[in-house]
C-alpha cells in the first residue's frame, strides 16, 4: 500500500478505485441520501433551537460567555465534519478531496448557507468568533506551509533536472504572461483599493503560475503515479515552479502597500538578509540540534520544531510579508529525513482539524451574489480560466515534448501541474487581504482554481483511455 504524502489532506481511508466504476455514481447518491441531506437537516434544526433559545422575554437576543462557548464549539465541529463529508463525496465522484473541502467552505458562506437561512449562517459564525477562527485558519496555513517546504526539499533533482528546470520554467513563463496580460484588461475596474499596475500584474501572473504540491501529490497517489518516472518529474516540476512564484509573490507582498519607495526598498533587503540567514546560518545549526535530539523523546523534537516554526513565521510578520512565507523557508531549511514521522503527524493534525477553517474563510469571503453573478463577472472568471489553462498546458507540454516525452506523457505533465486548488486559494486570500483584488476578481479566481483542479481527473482519464485505444490498434503513442 502507497504511504499519503505528508502534504496530502486526506480526510478518510476510503478510495475511489475500491469501488466497483459502474456503481460509483450510485453510490455517490445514497451517500448524500442517507448522509449528508439527514446531518444537513439535524443540523438545521440544532441550529433553529440555538437561535430560538437565546430570546428572552423581551423580544431581544442576549449573549453572554456560555453562548459563545455553545456557538464556538458548534462551529468548530459543523466545520470539521462539513469539510469531512463534502471530501469524502468528492473522492466517491473521482475529485481530489480537497474539491469537496473547498465547496464544504463555500456552502457554510454567504453563496449557499447565508442566501438559504441567512439567520443560521448569522449565528454559526457572528463578527466576534471570527478572529478565532481566523487563528485557526492562520495556524493551519502555517503548518501546511511548513509541510510544503519539507516536501520541496526531499525532492531530488537527481537523474531529471534539466528537464525538470525547462519544464518547470515553461510553466511560469506562460501563465505569468497570461496574468500580465489580464491585468492590462481587469485593471483598475477589477483590482482592489491598495493595487497599481505593476504589483496588481505581479500578482495575476504569480497566482496563475502556481501549482498546488498537496493535491498534485494526491492525485499522483490516487492514481499509482508516485514512484513513476512521470510522477516524479511533475512534483520536480511542480516544486521548481512554487519556488520561483513563491519568491515572485514575496518580493510582490513586500513592495504592495509601501507608502515609499524607500520602506519597500527596506522590506525586501529585509526578506533577502532573512532568507539568506536561514539558508546558510540557521539550515546547518538545525541539522546539528535535531541530530542532537536523535532518540530523545517525540514530545520534546516536535516541542523545538514548532517553536522553530512559529517564530520564523513571526519574523516574516514582523517584517511585513505573511507569516507563510517564514513557514515555507523553516520547512526548506529543516532537515527532512530525522522529522518524517513528526511532518506527517503535523501534516495530519492541520489536515482534519486546522485547514476546514482556511476554506470556511475563503467560503466567507465569497459570494456569488454580491453585486450579482452577471455577465460580466461570468464573462471575467471564463476568459480568466481560459488564459490559465492555456498557460499551464500549453508551455510545459511543448517544452516536455521537445525534450524527448511521448506526446501523450507530455499532455500528461501538462494536465497535472494544472492543478492549483489549495495553494491557490492562499495565495488569493493573501491577494485580498493586501487589497490588491477586488471581491468580484476574488471570486472569479476562486471559481477558476476549482475548475482548474476539478478537471486534472476527467483530462487524465481521457488522456489513459486514448493511449489504451492506441495499444489495441498497434499503433505508438
Not at 20 to 35: H, I, N, S
Not at 122 to 131: E, G, N, S, T, V
Not at 170 to 197: H, K, M, R, S, V
Not at 273 to 292: E, I, K, N
Request: glycine share 12%.
Amino acid at each position: 500500500m502507497t504511504p499519503t504524502p505528508a502534504g496530502a489532506v486526506d480526510l478518510g481511508s476510503g478510495s475511489p478505485a475500491t469501488a466497483p466504476p459502474a456503481r460509483r455514481g450510485a453510490g455517490a447518491f445514497l451517500y448524500v441520501l442517507t448522509a449528508v441531506v439527514p446531518a444537513l437537516i439535524a443540523f438545521g434544526l440544532l441550529v433553529r433551537m440555538g437561535t430560538s433559545s437565546t430570546a428572552r422575554p423581551g423580544g431581544t437576543l442576549t449573549s453572554g460567555p456560555a453562548d459563545h462557548a455553545v456557538q464556538l464549539f458548534v462551529s468548530i465541529t459543523v466545520v470539521i465534519l462539513a469539510a469531512r463529508m463534502f471530501g469524502r463525496l468528492a473522492g466517491r465522484l473521482g475529485q481530489p478531496r480537497v474539491i469537496g473541502e473547498i465547496f464544504a467552505g463555500i456552502c457554510l458562506g454567504p453563496s449557499v448557507l447565508g442566501a438559504i437561512a441567512p439567520q443560521a449562517g448569522a449565528w454559526l459564525f457572528p463578527a466576534d468568533l471570527r478572529p478565532v477562527l481566523q487563528g485557526l485558519a492562520d495556524l493551519g496555513l502555517v503548518a501546511l506551509m511548513f509541510v510544503v517546504g519539507q516536501e520541496t526539499r526531499q525532492t531530488s533533482l537527481k537523474g531529471q533536472g534539466g528537464i525538470a528546470m525547462k519544464v518547470a520554467h515553461a510553466g511560469i513563463a506562460g501563465p505569468f504572461l497570461g496574468g500580465t496580460l489580464l491585468a492590462f484588461l481587469l485593471y483598475p475596474d477589477w483590482a482592489g483599493p491598495q493595487a497599481n499596475p505593476v504589483v496588481f500584474s505581479m500578482f495575476l501572473g504569480s497566482a496563475l503560475s502556481i501549482t498546488a504540491f498537496p493535491v498534485l501529490a494526491r492525485i499522483l497517489v490516487e492514481r499509482g503515479m508516485m514512484h513513476s518516472m512521470l510522477g516524479r518529474l511533475s512534483m520536480l516540476c511542480a516544486a521548481i515552479a512554487d519556488v520561483v512564484a513563491w519568491c515572485l509573490i514575496a518580493a510582490m507582498t513586500a513592495v504592495a502597500g509601501r507608502d515609499t519607495p524607500a520602506r519597500a526598498a527596506l522590506t525586501v533587503a529585509l526578506v533577502v538578509v532573512y532568507g539568506v540567514a536561514m539558508v546558510w546560518l540557521a539550515r546547518p545549526l538545525l541539522a546539528r540540534v535535531f541530530a542532537a535530539l536523535e532518540g530523545r523523546p517525540d514530545e520534546i523534537r516536535i516541542l523545538v520544531l514548532l517553536a522553530g516554526l512559529l517564530l520564523s513565521a513571526a519574523v516574516t510578520s514582523a517584517i511585513g510579508i505573511h507569516a507563510i512565507f517564514g513557514a515555507f523557508l523553516y520547512g526548506l531549511c529543516c532537515p527532512a529525513e530525522p522529522l518524517t514521522r513528526l511532518t506527517e503527524r503535523i501534516s495530519t493534525v492541520s489536515g482534519v482539524l486546522l485547514l476546514p477553517f482556511f476554506f470556511l474563510g475563503t467560503g466567507l469571503r465569497t459570494d456569488l451574489w454580491r453585486g450579482g453573478f452577471d455577465t460580466a463577472l461570468l464573462g471575467v472568471t471564463v476568459l480568466i480560466t481560459v488564459v490559465a489553462m492555456l498557460g499551464k498546458l500549453a508551455g510545459p507540454t511543448l517544452m516536455a515534448r521537445s525534450s524527448g516525452l511521448s506526446w501523450p506523457d507530455s499532455m500528461t505533465l501538462g494536465v497535472l501541474l494544472n492543478t492549483r486548488g489549495l495553494t491557490e486559494l492562499v495565495v488569493l486570500n493573501l491577494g485580498l487581504s493586501l487589497g490588491l483584488l477586488g471581491e468580484r476578481l476574488f471570486v472569479a479566481l476562486v471559481v477558476m482554481a476549482l475548475v482548474t483542479t476539478a478537471m486534472a481527473a476527467p483530462l487524465l482519464g481521457l488522456l489513459d483511455r486514448r493511449v489504451s485505444r492506441g495499444e489495441r490498434s498497434g499503433r505508438r503513442p
